[in-house]
């Protein structure tokens, strides 16, 4: 299918509304912690960062978010909302535009985007090119079909984003589901919407936010809110589910770091992120 | 000795000049590429954002920039320049600012800063800690002196940046000092400045930065502009020297990443950072 009438590309839709200025509204259908819970609705810090890269891409010069540094400020409610979109500089290689996620007049979410251009396949001739080596994943069918986890469904069950992805993990970094995580901060799988809309740029800033936290394999549970995340689109992906692997590599004082790996089906690494978020409350000591 | 009187400090000061302003000058003495030659001059770019960060902390509510944004936009003159501070947020937890260097009214380098606090000291009892492999270096005294290298020294053999940084690489990262880069986009070191300021923030957001670019070892020469670097503090560095390790895992298009990870001398991992850069000309096909 097309990805035009997907619930991904509905959730993120930005319709312009002047100069510089956009409509958003976060989705209850990518909601990480649904309403009717103790705690505000909170909707996938990736999925928030696509909605303001259509505001941004609207107006580039330049195809692709080469460079995006996103600064959460607010928890956005599930209520209309603003992105204002600035650039800061249009040139010949690369553009940069801030752009902000307004809600009743205060910042929700602060970004910065560089656009620029971006290989969609080899290398041409003489021109430097070095990849690492890819992550390892079982084949698909060995992987655990992860469906609604703990924190994305309701009290009434009703599940945000766990419906809205199709996700496959290696049963290597699954022991927190049966209690008895693996003691690593590492998550590796597959991903794809439900809907299976092809990868783009938008699906890219959803993927590199997509796996459970990595500290669910330390033991720590619930809503691990990201600070900041930054994200660089490295190619453009061919079609088919997408390879991730997230590792993080330092946890003290309330923050962790989540790196993430994005791989396309043609073995290509087309996205990598780094988020720092604050771990959840424990669940085990 | 204190730092407030080493060339670092005095490169990077801000000066208040109003409410949200401050007065800053990129300095010759940390130039990559110095005056006289073909190209314009160019600062370091982590001086640059350790610059901005003294703007910045001068009025933030929490003591250390932990998430640092930094898109560069041009390349600054070697004269005065103006530092504007906004805060979008003043949270318990985390405090959020943008924050431009603009020069003649254009932005130079746009910065958004979360400040928050970090751990000084070992982890609290019941507190989530955990943290990954350190990097692998020889002895410092098996290191090599990398001393001023090409690129950082000008026609009239004046040396910026390179003259006041002490780094010992790895010799199995320096073989493109004798035309034989490895193979691997790496690099490896202690770093420290050479008048022995101890590490703080602003020296974290040198280090980060610090090191030749990786794609040296790909047979890449000549200044590799960063385009963004993300650097996340972890916390607070003891004295002594640091040891940094950066890495990449692709490249294409012109465009690379490189990883650094800056631990202390008490071995712990206390900043990481990523940025995307422009490969410089090749200096072999």
Redesign the interface.
């Known amino acids: 299918m097309t990805g035009k009438h997907s619930v991904f590309d509905e959730a993120t839709a930005a319709r312009p509304a002047g100069t510089g200025r956009y409509q958003v509204h976060p989705d209850v259908r990518f909601a990480m912690v649904v309403p009717g819970g103790s705690t505000p609705a909170a909707v996938n810090g990736g999925v928030m960062v696509a909605t303001v890269l259509r505001a941004v891409l609207d107006t580039s010069p330049h195809p692709y978010p080469?460079?995006t540094?996103a600064?959460f400020?607010?928890v956005p409610r599930l209520e209309p909302a603003e992105v204002e979109v600035t650039w800061?500089?249009q040139?010949g290689?690369?553009a940069?535009a801030?752009a902000a996620l307004v809600q009743e007049g205060r910042?929700v979410l602060?970004v910065?985007v560089?656009t620029?251009?971006?290989?969609a396949g080899p290398?041409a001739n003489?021109?430097?090119?070095?990849?690492?080596e890819p992550p390892h994943l079982p084949p698909i069918e060995e992987c655990v079909d992860l469906g609604p986890w703990r924190g994305t469904v309701g009290p009434d069950g009703t599940a945000g984003y766990a419906a809205q992805v199709d996700m496959r993990l290696d049963p290597a970094t699954t022991g927190w589901r049966r209690g008895q995580p693996s003691g690593i901060?590492e998550m590796r799988g597959y991903f794809a919407l439900r809907d299976e809309r092809e990868p783009d740029a938008y699906l890219l800033a959803l993927a590199v936010d997509a796996l459970p936290p990595v500290?669910f394999g330390?033991?720590?549970a619930g809503w691990a809110p990201t600070?900041?995340l930054?994200w660089?689109m490295?190619?453009v992906p061919a079609g088919g589910p997408l390879r991730v692997a997230s590792?993080?590599?330092?946890?003290?004082?309330?923050?962790?770091?989540e790196e993430s790996?994005v791989w396309d089906a043609a073995g290509r690494?087309v996205a990598?992120s780094?988020q720092?978020a604050?771990?959840g409350r424990?669940a085990r000591?």
Do not use: Y
């Open positions: 080469v460079a540094s600064h400020l607010r800061l500089k040139g290689t690369a940069t801030r910042p602060d910065t560089t620029g251009n971006l290989p290398a003489g021109e430097l090119s070095w990849t690492g901060p500290v330390l033991g720590a600070v900041e930054t660089h490295r190619a590792r993080c590599r330092h946890v003290s004082g309330g923050w962790f770091d790996e690494l990598q780094r720092i604050r771990v424990r000591g």
